[in-house]
T-cell receptor
Framework: SQQGEEDPQALSIQEGENATMNCSYKTSINNLQWYRQNSGRGLVHLILIRSNEREKHSGRLRVTLDTSKKSSSLLITASRAADTASYFCAPSFNFGNEKLTFGTGTRLTIIP | DAGVIQSPRHEVTEMGQEVTLRCKPISGHDYLFWYRQTMMRGLELLIYFNNNVPIDDSGMPEDRFSAKMPNASFSTLKIQPSEPRDSAVYFC?????????FGQGTRLTVV
């Protein structure tokens, strides 16, 4: 299917710990994005990594991309209660076409 | 810019009625997306436009659903007639060069 699949489906960790989520996809990509959704709200863009990049940082977020394995990971360091949300990856498969589709996401719960 | 603006935020309607959801994308964005989110089906892409032209409407569930983008600053998603199974949160998003911005969504309840 033309979308990423996030793993695990749900993750609960203690505040202050690191959280890692994974995304797998099936065909070559142009770029891959990660989004966050707080309950009842629209998705918020977190980070975009291009196919020729292997790692990217933004604040407490670290994203890696392994095109040979067709996978990406999102690491949130020093988690906070406010990080509780669902996280989605969105691979972009078509060069010059910005179609965005989403999987079922990873539901992250930070326990205070 | 105020971001992507959707209206109404909440809509409760009776089965069989026509429902129109509205979206104002961010100025300068050339892509506009309509999504539907439910617990059972997750976040589904219904249709998307590029420069006001529909590119892919394969996600539109039935002929009861239609979407238009008459100009770069406005789009509508219409359901006629509505059914209880259409109850969901509908999101509009716009993008330029990849990063998409989402509206707050319209929570539709069909009774």
């Amino acid at each position: 299917s033309q979308q990423g699949e996030e793993d695990p489906q749900a993750l609960s960790i203690q505040e202050g710990e690191n959280a890692t989520m994974n995304c797998s996809y099936k065909t070559s990509i142009n770029n891959l994005q990660w989004y966050r959704q707080n309950s009842g709200r629209g998705l918020v863009h977190l980070i975009l990594i291009r196919s020729n990049e292997r790692e990217k940082h933004s604040g407490r977020l670290r994203v890696t991309l392994d095109t040979s394995k067709k996978s990406s990971s999102l690491l949130i360091t020093a988690s906070r209660a406010a990080d509780t949300a669902s996280y989605f990856c969105a691979p972009s498969f078509n060069f010059g076409n910005e179609k965005l589709t989403f999987g079922t996401g990873t539901r992250l719960t930070i326990i205070p | 810019d105020a971001g992507v603006i959707q209206s109404p935020r909440h809509e409760v309607t009776e089965m069989g009625q026509e429902v129109t959801l509205r979206c104002k994308p961010i100025s300068g964005h050339d892509y506009l997306f309509w999504y539907r989110q439910t617990m059972m089906r997750g976040l589904e892409l219904l249709i998307y436009f590029n420069n006001n032209v529909p590119i892919d409407d394969s996600g539109m569930p039935e002929d009861r659903f239609s979407a238009k983008m008459p100009n770069a600053s406005f789009s509508t998603l219409k359901i006629q007639p509505s059914e209880p199974r259409d109850s969901a949160v509908y999101f509009c998003a716009s993008s330029h060069r990849g990063e998409a911005f989402f509206g707050q969504g319209t929570r539709l309840t069909v009774v």
